[in-house]
């Protein structure tokens, strides 16, 4: 059985950084496509970066140069590095996996077949 659990989340000032971390249970290996989305109050959730065969990695727009997702198999987690935090980054931050060697930021929340819970960041201007 798959499971999600994501940490790591809290409260940072502008310009800070947090590091997410999910730990997982059956899909961490490279074979496996892992996903940080967002979703921040009144919006629509987001794919922020996802990672998968042989280090495959993208990362939305908005974050790139700034987040950096990447995956400690041994370990079983995937990690969301966050630097240069902006306000606009406050949001409920969310693991999710998919049995696929490749996916990317513009799939869908509901393309993934396995889904966390959230931790939240808040970044204060």
């Known amino acids: 059985q798959v499971q999600l659990q994501e940490s790591g989340g809290g409260s940072v000032q502008s310009g800070g950084s947090l590091r997410l971390s999910c730990a997982a249970s059956g899909v961490t290996d490279s074979s496996n496509c892992m996903a940080w989305f967002r979703q921040a109050p009144g919006k629509e959730r987001e794919g922020v970066a996802t990672?998968?065969?042989?280090?495959?990695?993208t990362h939305a727009d908005s974050v790139k140069g700034r987040f950096t997702i990447s995956r400690d198999s041994a370990a079983n987690r995937v990690y969301l590095q966050m630097n240069s935090l902006k306000p606009e980054d406050t949001a409920t931050y969310y693991c999710a996996a998919e049995r696929a060697q490749y996916c990317y930021t513009t799939h869908e929340w509901a393309d993934f077949s396995y889904r966390g819970q959230g931790t939240q960041v808040t970044v204060s201007s």
């Open positions: 990672i998968g065969r042989a280090g495959f990695t």
